[in-house]
C-alpha cells in the first residue's frame, strides 16, 4: 500500500511558479577530490577490478545535468559512484541526496555535496524536489540517485522505484537520466570485479509531452499524473534492461566487452605469492600475480 507521502507527492511535481529557492548543497571541491582518491584506495585493496559496460553512451549528451540512477546492491556503493566520478566526470559537480537522520550522523558527507531528506514526511519530498530542481538548473550538475531507497539484491525484482525520480525527471526537460546497473561478482581471482553497466540515456522533452527511451524505444507521453506513473515505469525498465544485460555478460564472462576503469589487486595469499615469486625468478620468468586469465 503506498504511503500517504507517496500519494500526495503527485501534488509536487505540478508547477513550480511561486516556490521559493532553497538552499542548495555545498560540494567542496578540494574534500571531494581527496575523498574519491581515498575511495579509489579502498576500492583497489578489496577488489580486483573495476569493469564498465556501455561507456559510450556517457558521451551522447554533453554539456546537460546529468542524473546517475543505479540500484543499491551494496556498502561500496557510493563509493563506485566517486571512482565513476573522478575517473569519468570529474568536470562536474557531484551531489546526492540521502537520509536526513544518516546525514546527521556522518555529517562529513555534507562536504561532499550530499542533502537530507527526509523520506517519511510530505515536507522531505518537496524539499527534495526543489533541491534537486535547482540542481538541475546547472549543466555541469551530476546527482547521484538510488531510486529504490533501500539495499536490494541485484536479483530483487520487486524493489521499485520510490516516487521522486520520476517526479523529478518530469520537472526537468533538459536533464539526462542515465541508469547505472551495479553487481559485485567472483570471476578467476581472490577478490571480487565490480561490473558497472551505462544503460539507455533517458530524456524528458522539451515541448509539452515526455519523451523517453529505453534499448531500442522511444515513447511519448503527455504530462498528467497518469505520465509520472508512465515515466517511472520507464525510469525502472531502463534500469532493469541495463541490468539484465550486465548480468549476461556477467553470468558468460565476456571480459571483451567491458573497458576498465580501475585495476585493483590481483594475486591469493602473501606467503604463497612470496614463493611463486621465488620460484619464477630462479627460472628467469616473469612473475604474474592473477591466478587467472581476466
Do not use: C
Given at each position: 500500500?503506498?504511503?500517504?507521502?507517496?500519494?500526495?507527492?503527485?501534488?509536487?511535481?505540478?508547477?513550480?511558479?511561486?516556490?521559493?529557492?532553497?538552499?542548495?548543497?555545498?560540494?567542496?571541491?578540494?574534500?571531494?577530490?581527496?575523498?574519491?582518491?581515498?575511495?579509489?584506495?579502498?576500492?583497489?585493496?578489496?577488489?580486483?577490478?573495476?569493469?564498465?559496460?556501455?561507456?559510450?553512451?556517457?558521451?551522447?549528451?554533453?554539456?546537460?545535468?546529468?542524473?546517475?540512477?543505479?540500484?543499491?546492491?551494496?556498502?561500496?556503493?557510493?563509493?563506485?559512484?566517486?571512482?565513476?566520478?573522478?575517473?569519468?566526470?570529474?568536470?562536474?559537480?557531484?551531489?546526492?541526496?540521502?537520509?536526513?537522520?544518516?546525514?546527521?550522523?556522518?555529517?562529513?558527507?555534507?562536504?561532499?555535496?550530499?542533502?537530507?531528506?527526509?523520506?517519511?514526511?510530505?515536507?522531505?519530498?518537496?524539499?527534495?524536489?526543489?533541491?534537486?530542481?535547482?540542481?538541475?538548473?546547472?549543466?555541469?550538475?551530476?546527482?547521484?540517485?538510488?531510486?529504490?531507497?533501500?539495499?536490494?539484491?541485484?536479483?530483487?525484482?520487486?524493489?521499485?522505484?520510490?516516487?521522486?525520480?520520476?517526479?523529478?525527471?518530469?520537472?526537468?526537460?533538459?536533464?539526462?537520466?542515465?541508469?547505472?546497473?551495479?553487481?559485485?561478482?567472483?570471476?578467476?581471482?581472490?577478490?571480487?570485479?565490480?561490473?558497472?553497466?551505462?544503460?539507455?540515456?533517458?530524456?524528458?522533452?522539451d515541448d509539452g509531452s515526455q519523451t523517453v527511451g529505453t534499448e531500442g524505444e522511444r515513447v511519448r507521453t503527455r504530462r498528467s499524473p497518469r505520465s509520472k506513473t508512465?515515466?517511472?515505469?520507464?525510469?525502472?525498465?531502463?534500469?532493469?534492461?541495463?541490468?539484465?544485460?550486465?548480468?549476461?555478460?556477467?553470468?558468460?564472462?565476456?571480459?571483451?566487452?567491458?573497458?576498465?576503469?580501475?585495476?585493483?589487486?590481483?594475486?591469493?595469499?602473501?606467503?604463497?605469492?612470496?614463493?611463486?615469486?621465488?620460484?619464477?625468478?630462479?627460472?628467469?620468468?616473469?612473475?604474474?600475480?592473477?591466478?587467472g586469465t581476466k
Open positions: 500500500m503506498k504511503s500517504t507521502v507517496t500519494n500526495q507527492i503527485e501534488h509536487l511535481s505540478g508547477g513550480q511558479a511561486g516556490e521559493h529557492p532553497q538552499a542548495l548543497p555545498v560540494n567542496s571541491r578540494w574534500f571531494t577530490r581527496f575523498f574519491a582518491r581515498y575511495s579509489e584506495w579502498l576500492v583497489r585493496r578489496n577488489f580486483h577490478a573495476v569493469r564498465l559496460l556501455g561507456a559510450g553512451n556517457l558521451d551522447r549528451f554533453n554539456g546537460q545535468p546529468l542524473v546517475l540512477y543505479a540500484n543499491h546492491p551494496s556498502w561500496w556503493d557510493p563509493l563506485v559512484a566517486l571512482v565513476i566520478w573522478r575517473r569519468l566526470l570529474a568536470d562536474r559537480i557531484p551531489y546526492a541526496p540521502i537520509d536526513a537522520a544518516m546525514l546527521e550522523r556522518y555529517a562529513f558527507f555534507k562536504r561532499l555535496g550530499f542533502f537530507g531528506v527526509d523520506r517519511n514526511s510530505l515536507p522531505g519530498a518537496r524539499q527534495f524536489l526543489r533541491i534537486g530542481s535547482q540542481l538541475l538548473g546547472r549543466p555541469e550538475t551530476l546527482l547521484l540517485i538510488t531510486p529504490q531507497g533501500r539495499f536490494a539484491d541485484v536479483r530483487d525484482e520487486s524493489a521499485g522505484f520510490e516516487p521522486g525520480l520520476a517526479h523529478l525527471a518530469a520537472r526537468n526537460p533538459n536533464a539526462v537520466f542515465l541508469p547505472v546497473a551495479m553487481e559485485i561478482a567472483y570471476w578467476e581471482e581472490k577478490r571480487p570485479e565490480v561490473l558497472l553497466h551505462f544503460g539507455e540515456p533517458l530524456r524528458t522533452a508512465n515515466l517511472n515505469l520507464r525510469l525502472e525498465q531502463a534500469l532493469r534492461a541495463a541490468a539484465s544485460r550486465l548480468a549476461r555478460a556477467s553470468i558468460h564472462r565476456e571480459e571483451d566487452a567491458f573497458g576498465n576503469l580501475l585495476e585493483g589487486r590481483a594475486g591469493t595469499q602473501p606467503v604463497y605469492d612470496a614463493w611463486r615469486r621465488f620460484k619464477a625468478a630462479l627460472r628467469g620468468r616473469t612473475f604474474a600475480a592473477a591466478h
